[in-house]
């Protein structure tokens, strides 16, 4: 079963000015990262703008990542859309292409059909199709929607699918997932660094989180610290993580985690339309926020 | 100025039983439509799947429907993407395949980004770049995003928006937009028949209501009675059309629209995945709501 | 059955500086109010502050205000409380004052128990136990709670209950209720003056609008429009009562309607804490907004 | 200054079968709830029905439960009403009869009002005014608001605000407030037993758990587990607490902690209306969830 014990970093996508896809960028970025202590990657989880690039682009990206990415890392592809047919399709393609395994996000447009019974027929098409394992995605503050527990236990136990990005940061929902799946070897990785102690308390293995991007070296001592069971400076980095994260997340969303690359030597690149570049007070606001807690 | 005063329902997109497009139940289901008193048609509306769609699929489908449709009738394509490159692109494309006009959607992956700035500034490049006028299109229930209401009215005066669909059915709202947009013959599109009557009352000009798809005429006959000012008749029409719109959208959506579309002589046809055929029970339900407003 | 066909202000309790209850202040409004054309009053609606008032403030304001006005206006006094109980005994305290019906808001602290079940028994009994008549009441807003369609209707047949005061704004679901309870009299109130005509359009048959604290006479003239079918003045008038509306309740609640009282010879009085007092640009706005509309 | 850190169930308040206070069942229960490890208790948290007592009631319930608690044991009094002022004099009444500290849960019903300066002027004015220690209470489930961290970070250098209960369970705002106030001393009390473990891994020294009712010995053992840096096992109790603890909160609320204190030789007794007791069939579910977990 493929081991996503460890820090997977959700990667941007740089764009150029004119918003196409800055290729250079991206691989100087993983020369960079490949040196942190990374598990892997996660290419086009809602940090990568995987709703802005087009079918082919989505491709693209995952092969030129994984050209990019020694063998030994963990390439995990974002590969859900809308409709189960064009997922599954994505997820084969991206396998071809280099992924270990596939992010597949909520279906979320027809929010009230969304029942229970339709989410496991999609996840199902989509784990029994997928030429690689399927790691279950929610992030209700983009969507709308969560993956109501008992469907995702039932989902648990299907052989190709093996854990579950939760972003919503519902730490009593983790506490029962990992509960509830303890007899399936089930991988739970938190979806954020702002609840990475909490989640790893109640039964996460891991993490994708956006401030991967930029505090690699320290998110990976954070899990470290926690799995050697140093739990008292485990805390001390939780909290001087948590204002940070929520910076370059809730508060400033991409746009703020690229703008915060370039402070610590990575390249955001140009966003696409219509995510909006920072203001000057914003970008002010958010460097004071790394500022008081020490990272710079 | 391109006229919207009238009735135009958003169609629904006929599957076959392998999900692939059903261009034939399509074409007749215009046949009939186009002998109904419609404006026009929304093509790719949220009733029309366009999510589940490829960006081949949407143009074609486009295509198809301007081909099996008489020339005074107006077509309004749904050409919303999340990006506003992919937008404008699929604008271009469709008005180059007979669309009159284009429904953009408010893009919402990225809600907390959505802000005021942002989504004039993806309306406007949009509208400057469109072959076709823009209709601007607010549906909170699927996108959790409604465009501001000065946003909106400061769009009101690009040249080529022309107006909006307003689907959250919020009448205060559309009051206030007829009030604030007296001067720019912007026309206001009730995007339900449930409110229809109490949003022409305030100033919309017309429908784009998911009802039309099955009880065309009757929609036509509320549109007509209003306009002559027979206000009591209006009223009762528009009571008995509340439960069964209802039933069409809220309660049972695309399943339930295209299951009632079979008992007036129209072709549903499939569904794609994850969207869920109804139950037997919910079939019934259902078709009782139909039958206790006397239009079955 | 008591007739509510009209307008009836839910008036505000002035306070003194030191919070107490300025009734001097309260018998001056309403000898102002009195010479507008109002069906009645509603006392301790939303914006009465009853949430702020001792359960012996509340019946004696009802006690002051009808003291202080005309036999042949309508008194309807908000009595509800969280448990059934209590809201009973208010009910009946009430009436013994002077209320000729009671506004009973639903109970909504424990949210996730407010069920159909829980509605119909809370009502059913208040109403069975009531010297006077009920109206329902349903305010999301503060309450977070509707009252679900198929509860309202079935409340709309107990003989005690006569109408409802809706202010979430749907106009469908307002639409609706005319429609099922079309055979039981059943009178709905439209909560808001900013839904008005829209209301009125669908079956509504009056309003308790805090805009008629202020703009008593205007709103007044729109039933009278309205009822005498001209709707092309109705509507004028309508959409020049919305932004002052608007500003007096979502955007400035009963601190703004408090400050507006006074620029049209009214006496707002203090406000009781944690209600806090506009600040001055917020005052500005407001004023602004009523001189827009040429209400000043 | 008050030490908190332990386990303080929120007690339920048994009324008989007219309702009334059964102050002989609240004796029963203390008599067995003092021999269990507790803190202390709080008196008219969410699970003390506080909303549906008279403030008479509210302060006998105080004074009766002050004498069945033997001296040592902490008395938190839930003394929030909506107005300041009465809060002050029910905070005051409450402190006179026993409490030695009180918990003022947020007012709520005007939502848009309560803004950062609202809350904080409200908790500063009880705070200055009251004759124990205050701490802060934060519920959205049930009020639909909570208290801006800004807020409550300014809020915890009051020299008479020592603590809050956070019943949200959102874990990156509970390590927040303790990093921010690290240096105040201040006192965070998870408000569930369903995310304690994750809340003491980022900070939390207590918890306010309804479950603490009925598996009072449990809850306290899992604090202890925690305190001695047992991780491993507080895990595995900490899963197991998760299921029974959503059941007779989230899921069956006070109705449902009322029965299951039956199965475990306290008396629930009757509730108030309108919460209503469970049917059969909720009964049977929830009992099925603590023999699952080896409870019963």
């Not at 994984?66 to 399709?89: F, H």
């Not at 909520?106 to 690689?132: G, R």
Request: proline share 5%; charged share 15%.
């Amino acid at each position: 079963k493929l081991d996503l014990n460890g820090i997977l970093p959700p990667i941007t996508t740089p764009f150029n000015d004119d918003e196409s896809v800055a290729y250079d960028k991206l691989s100087g970025n993983l020369n960079i990262w490949n040196s942190v202590g990374f598990k892997g990657y996660v290419v086009q989880g809602s940090n990568g703008e995987f709703p802005y690039l087009t079918p082919d682009e989505r491709v693209n990206v995952v092969k030129h990542v994984r050209k990019n990415t020694p063998e030994g890392k963990v390439l995990v592809a974002g590969s859900g859309c809308e409709s189960t047919s064009a997922t599954i399709e994505m997820s084969n393609k991206m396998a071809d292409n280099g992924a270990n395994a596939v992010l597949v996000i909520t279906p979320s447009f027809y929010k009230s059909q969304m029942t229970p019974q339709a989410l496991l027929n999609h996840y199902s098409k989509v784990a029994d199709a997928s030429t690689v394992p399927v790691v279950l995605y929610s992030v209700p503050s983009n969507t709308g929607i969560n993956i109501p527990l008992d469907v995702l236990v039932e989902l648990s136990q299907h052989s190709n699918i093996i854990g579950a990005k939760e972003s919503g940061g519902d730490i009593t929902r983790i506490g029962q997932i990992a509960h509830l799946t303890k007899n399936q070897d089930f991988q739970i990785l938190a979806g954020s660094a702002g609840f990475m102690l909490g989640a790893y308390a109640v039964g996460a293995v891991g993490a994708v989180c956006a401030l991967g991007n930029v505090l690699g070296a320290h998110v990976v001592q954070l899990h470290q610290l926690i799995n050697e069971g140093n739990y008292e400076e485990a805390r001390k980095l939780q909290h001087r993580l948590i204002a940070p994260n929520t910076a370059v997340t809730a508060k400033y969303s991409v746009p703020g985690l690229k703008t915060a690359m370039g402070w610590f030597g990575l390249q955001g690149g140009n966003l696409r339309s219509p995510l909006q570049k920072l203001s000057e007070p914003q970008i002010k606001d958010l460097r004071q926020i790394f500022v008081d807690e020490g990272f710079l």
